[in-house]
């Protein structure tokens, strides 16, 4: 096998079979060794060599015996070279088979995954990672597709997600209860699902922190102490928040950070009682719940599904962080600030001069100032989407201690209701619990519920199943935004690396979704690009395949034209003409026997004789053959016609 690039070299003719392959070469060995033999029948012709001629067609024993006997002569050199020669030929076909590259053809063709569906991995997995180091697009360019379709077929399985799906129709209703984002449980932007309350949404307690004394470790509320920033109406359906809180608030934001955590509303009575739920990411495989927190620059997505009843909902989600780690006693440095800012609020060198990147700065720089920490936020969105971006300056202090360092993290979550369908069977609990509960599972499979973990403000003393909430398909890109622990905007957040998220990000939508609905939902809604392994041809084979016809060809017509029939037939035909038995005109012309007369082998006294229906064949010496022709000038002697009689059949 060789590797090319050259379009003549390398295999692009596709044929159904090895076998029809391995069978072209033959036929081209074996013409190239007809070219051989008859190139050397002409030689001998013109060498007037008939002894050669009739060794070309005997065994290696034979041939070896006369060259040995005759020496180095002509007739030897012409034996030899025709049997390297004619051996070499019968080894053309190995020389085509090493010209393959490679060999074969990938035949491509756009099925429903449902049709490979059999091969699908017992236990798929639901996360799909890729670490590269910042702004190294390339390797994402090249293998993303590859990674998104990783370990979900059994080897030997070529296919390549296309990123094509049925998304099907998502399912809304009117919100049940009104937008109010300064109420006792905020009613921010959320996609409402059913007319019971069941809704869906970003953290409603983002700005939100527990009292550093408290052992609560539940959702927020004004109600329960500790910090709360309220949230302000921003038109008809979006809401903001800006506060500077003491810096012993901070470790809780750092820390317990619910960033890209789905929060599940299951209806309006559960919701007032603050029974909502999260969609929390698996410790045990899930890298997210450590990257979700803390301080580091990441980007997640995860397709997820909430089942209420018979009604389930798929979602898209999309997570992103860069954070700027900072010294606490060094100057604080506002214009890194200010660039981080402006290049995460657009990638447009004209946006990024809007006022709000300035209030935004100064607000950061007042609050550092003030040795405060620093949120601020919105949330906005429409009836099947919601946004809601978070700047957040924290300086960790734990009572009676020093701030050891200042972090600047700027996050958004985006999530989307992507289609919604009405299942046969209303959704069952995996176990029974005593207080309000909800079924998890990743990838499909339910594997545990929260009540061991339930929050001890969700406690009612009575049970109620919520549903079942199903994290299918998760991808998480760590390292291209930019490095873990960055003191400068430019490390925090790689331009090149942002800017591909940016382009990218339906992309990747698409493909996660490709992956979650072959693995949970419906693999017939996914369009696969199958890859079946072809045998090909160059048309460099092609090209020798054809030679080997020609030169066959070419060497049969020259044989034919410029030598004696004899030097084109068989030393059976041979005989046959010269000895007569076709008739008294065939010794010049032998040709191909059409009725082949019966020769068997005789005994004679101590010798063994070839003998045909009408007489035997007989080498008579030349004295005996001259006798023979001179007496028959006038008549033939008794011993003629007795030799007459035994050569002649």
């Not at 569906?117 to 994402?140: H, M, W």
């Not at 998104?148 to 049925?166: Q, Y």
Request: net charge neutral; hydrophobic share 40%; charged share 15%.
């Amino acid at each position: 096998m060789i590797t090319t690039t050259s379009s003549f070299l390398s295999s692009t003719i596709a044929v159904n079979q090895n076998v029809v392959k391995s069978i072209l070469f033959r036929c081209a060995a074996l013409l190239l060794q007809v070219a051989v033999y008859k190139f050397f029948s002409l030689l001998a012709f013109k060498s007037k060599a008939f002894t050669s001629y009739l060794m070309f067609a005997e065994d290696y024993i034979q041939k070896g015996f006369f060259i040995a006997s005759r020496g180095f002569t002509r007739n030897a050199i012409l034996v030899s070279c025709c049997t390297v020669l004619f051996a070499s030929a019968g080894l053309y076909d190995a020389l085509l088979w090493g010209l393959d590259a490679p060999g074969y053809v990938a035949h491509k063709s756009n099925v429903t995954a449902s049709l490979i569906e059999n091969r699908l991995l017992s236990a798929p997995a639901y996360i799909v990672s890729f670490s590269t180091k910042p702004g190294e697009t390339d390797s994402l360019d090249k293998d993303i597709t590859g990674v998104m379709g990783a370990s979900l077929f059994e080897p030997g399985v070529n296919f390549t997600l296309t990123g094509e799906i049925d998304r099907g129709h998502p399912r809304v209703v009117a919100p049940t209860r009104p937008f109010d984002p300064a109420g006792d449980v905020t009613v921010g932007p959320r996609i409402w699902l059913d007319n019971e309350g069941f809704s869906v949404s970003p953290d409603s307690y983002v700005s939100s922190s527990i009292s550093p004394d408290s052992s609560v470790s539940s959702s927020i509320s004004p109600n329960l102490g500790g910090f709360y920033c309220p949230w302000q109406a921003a038109g008809t359906n979006g809401s903001y928040w800006a506060c500077q809180f003491k810096n012993t608030y901070a470790p809780h934001f750092i820390e317990a950070s619910n960033l890209g955590r789905p929060q599940i509303h299951w209806d309006d009575s559960s919701d007032l009682n603050l029974q909502s739920t999260y969609i929390r990411p698996k410790r045990e495989d899930n890298p997210w719940a450590s990257l979700g927190n803390g301080a580091s620059t990441a980007v997640m997505k995860q397709m997820f599904t909430v089942t209420k009843g018979r009604e389930r909902h798929t979602f898209i989600e999309s997570a992103f962080k860069a954070s700027l780690l900072m010294d606490y006693e060094t100057p604080f440095p506002q214009e890194e600030v200010r660039d981080l800012v402006k290049r995460i609020w657009s990638t447009d060198p004209v946006e990024q001069q809007s006022p709000a990147v300035g209030k935004i700065t100064d607000g950061i720089t007042q609050a550092r100032r003030q040795n405060t920490s620093f949120t601020l936020g919105w949330n906005e969105g429409n009836e099947l989407s919601v946004l809601q971006v978070t700047f957040e300056l924290l300086n960790p202090q734990i009572p009676s201690a020093n701030v050891p360092y200042s972090l600047l993290r700027i996050s958004s979550v985006n999530i989307t209701l992507v289609r919604s369908d009405t299942l046969p069977q209303p959704v069952k609990p995996l176990e029974q619990c005593n207080q309000p509960f909800q079924s998890e599972a990743t990838g499909g499979k339910m594997y545990q519920t929260d009540c061991a973990v339930a929050p001890l403000d969700r406690n009612t003393n009575h049970t109620q199943f919520f549903g079942q909430v199903d994290v299918t398909a998760v991808f998480i890109l760590n390292g291209l935004l930019g490095e873990i622990r960055a003191n400068t905007s430019a490390k925090a957040l790689n331009q090149q690396g942002f800017e591909w998220i940016i382009k990218n990000g339906q992309k990747l939508d698409n493909l996660l979704l490709s992956r979650g609905f072959i693995t949970t939902l419906d693999p017939s809604l996914v369009t696969v690009e199958v890859s079946r392994i072809q045998p090909a041809l160059s048309y460099l084979q092609i090209t020798f395949t054809i030679l080997a016809a020609l030169l066959a060809a070419l060497s049969w017509i020259a044989l034919s034209v410029f030598a004696s029939d004899h030097y084109s037939s068989s030393l059976l035909a041979n005989l046959y003409a010269t000895t007569s038995m076709g008739g008294p005109d065939t010794s010049r012309k032998p040709q191909y026997i059409h009725k082949v007369p019966e020769i068997q082998l005789s005994e004679s006294g101590s010798r063994t004789l070839m003998e045909t229906p009408t007489g035997i064949f007989r080498h008579d010496a030349h004295d005996d053959i001259g006798v023979a022709v001179a007496d028959g000038r006038s008549s033939l002697s008794k011993q003629a016609k007795q030799v007459t009689s035994e050569v002649k059949c």
